[in-house]
């Protein structure tokens, strides 16, 4: 049987069309509660309430645009309010679907009601403390619906977006999600079903169309970086060589320099430091790091002035290396191709620099 992100096709067919509506929504919510808790906690993690950027990739870029945008009610989507409870699996499904992925116990357990799912905020780490969105960045996500004629903010957060033309999951303009994907089990001779009650998006070129049409409006709307590629490979090419895959970024270095670029004359930096003190911050503390980019185990670091203690994290923040003491050379485990951050703490002062391998 035809399996997809290693679960059974069948298995992933929606009860309807609003169940990708209402997930998203969800997660917009537990996003927006996620900023709350930082915002709460902003001495705590040095966070600037001023200058607040959601960056996401894929589902991920679906939650970051709807995080930013999604700001009036007006703007809930109809699925998300009370619908009528789901009708319950086939009874077939309830091994390979139910159990076996651990979805629940059984089909007659399952909770099948589906309630209001409540404010466009959500209710997590409640907040009175005010804050601003001040760029998006999507990388291949999409939006369900117009987001942009009704808004709370009387300027438009920056929207940087990227997308390859030949993505076959989240439609490259205005199509059904995993559009690329059907097509493509239709050229093959099994010509496989595909999952049904998909609905239409409008993904990162789709986003940039719909802006422009709205431009005569006289409705704030956000400056647009639109990003992409002329990659073109089709389905037997992407399946081949995962360097041509149009559901990924191409050039990750590239495309987070042009995000960065893009967000930083947006940064409030009154009673602040500018964005160009942070970029030259390890410069000014005497301060050398290098190789980077990073080729093999070892990492050299000189400074000026006493290092205190150097520690390793990934993009999750996870810790990889702490060094409760300086060494010239430091030896790393063994990492993998990706982005890193490097923080020096000195006597002056901490530095933090992106590491890539």
């Known amino acids: 049987m035809f399996r997809f992100f ?22 917009m919510q537990d996003a927006k509660s996620a900023i709350r808790y930082l915002i709460n906690n902003a001495a705590l993690y040095k966070i600037d309430p001023r200058n607040v950027f959601v960056v996401g990739e894929s589902a991920g870029g679906f939650i970051a645009m709807a995080t930013a945008f999604l700001d009036e009610n007006s703007e809930k989507p109809a699925q998300c309010n009370a619908l009528a409870a789901v009708m319950p699996p086939n009874a077939l499904y309830e091994n390979q679907c139910i159990q076996t992925p651990g979805f629940d116990t059984s089909i007659a357990s399952m909770n099948l009601q589906r309630p209001d799912l409540g404010s466009i905020s959500g209710n997590g780490n409640p907040s009175t403390v005010p804050y601003t969105i001040k760029g998006v960045g999507n990388f291949y996500g999409a939006l369900m619906n117009d987001l942009f004629t009704n808004h709370s903010y009387n300027q438009a957060p920056v929207l940087y977006l990227f997308h390859q033309p030949n993505d076959l999951v989240v439609p490259y303009t205005y199509d059904r999600l995993l559009e690329g994907e059907a097509y493509c089990f239709t050229q ?69 320099t042009n995000m960065a670029k893009f967000f930083a004359p947006t940064i409030d930096t009154s009673n ?39 520690e390793l994290v990934d993009l999750q923040g ?40």
């Open 188 to 256: 093959f001779p099994a010509n496989c079903a595909w999952l049904i009650n998909r609905p239409k998006v409008y993904g990162s070129k789709g986003i940039q169309n719909m802006i422009s049409t709205l431009n005569g409006a006289q409705i704030p709307l956000p400056n647009v970086f639109f990003d992409s590629t002329l990659n073109n490979a089709d389905c037997v090419a992407q399946i081949g060589d995962p360097n041509v895959v149009g559901h990924s970024i191409s050039n990750y270095w590239l495309r987070t």
């Open 6 to 27: 290693g679960i059974p096709w069948n298995c992933l067919n929606m009860q309807d069309t609003a169940e990708w509506f209402r997930a998203s929504y969800r997660g």
């Open 272 to 310: 602040n430091c500018s964005p160009t003190d942070i970029v030259n911050s390890t410069m000014e503390i005497g301060l050398k790091v290098y190789p980077n980019p990073l080729h093999g185990n070892e990492i050299n670091i000189e400074s000026l002035t006493p290092v205190l203690s150097i």
């Open 318 to 357: 996870k810790q990889l290396v702490r060094t409760p003491f300086y060494s010239k050379t430091i030896t790393l485990p063994n990492l993998s191709s990706g982005v890193y951050f490097l923080i020096i703490q000195t006597s002056k002062q901490k530095s933090v620099t992106k590491i890539i391998k």
